[in-house]
């Protein structure tokens, strides 16, 4: 099961016709996902994929039909530090959903950052404190990185900052890519 959570500080850069993308997720962050059930990731948590050489992926939405950029491609690193997770992906806005992303986090839509992961078997302890269920994520297969609209962890937001005069260029109508989504959830 593929697993998501959130990463805080991010930080967008116009650098040329790319876009530089940073962004931070703080360990040993305990969360409220729903009503008395947290979760935690431990330091270190996705350590055995973030110091492979294995591909990983910054997507918009968890959609691995809509990447940004990826090891492979050369255009994404991630680290790890002692307290966080961290990646820098350059994000050219070639593709429509590139166009959107920018477009919608332009507009204040986009603020969140979710790691995908599936948890390795033994790489999780789940604890019961009466109504309370919290589980702590000591081992996992970090498989993406996603900007999101909403993010499970309340630290999880995105900055940006705009390095150049004129800003990022967004396409004509910076709503289209998000209608185009809500229109999806519609029955």
């Not at 990463?7 to 993308?21: H, K, N, S, Y």
């Not at 270190?44 to 491609?73: C, I, M, Q, W, Y």
């Not at 109504?131 to 999880?156: F, K, M």
């Amino acid at each position: 099961m593929l697993w998501g959570g959130s990463l805080g500080g991010l930080e967008v850069r116009q650098e040329g016709e790319a876009v530089r993308v940073a962004g931070r997720f703080p360990y040993n962050t305990r969360t409220q996902l729903a009503p008395g059930y947290f979760e935690t990731i431990a330091r270190g948590a996705f350590a055995s994929r973030v110091n492979s050489d294995d591909e990983l992926h910054f997507l918009s939405g968890h959609d691995f039909e809509k990447p940004l950029a990826s090891r492979t491609a050369g255009t994404l690193e991630v680290r790890e530090d002692d307290d966080s997770l961290t990646f820098e992906a350059t994000v050219a806005a070639h593709t429509t959903w590139a166009r959107d992303f920018l477009a919608a986090h332009g507009a204040g839509l986009i603020r969140g950052l979710s790691p995908g992961f599936r948890v390795a078997k033994g790489g999780e302890r789940v604890t019961r404190d009466g109504d309370v269920v919290h589980r702590s994520i000591t081992a996992a297969e970090l498989v993406e990185v996603s900007a999101v609209t909403r993010a499970a962890y309340p630290s999880a937001q995105i900055e940006a900052r705009n390095w150049t005069p004129g800003g990022i260029a967004l396409p004509d109508d910076p709503a289209a890519g998000l209608r185009r989504t809500l229109n999806r959830w519609r029955p």
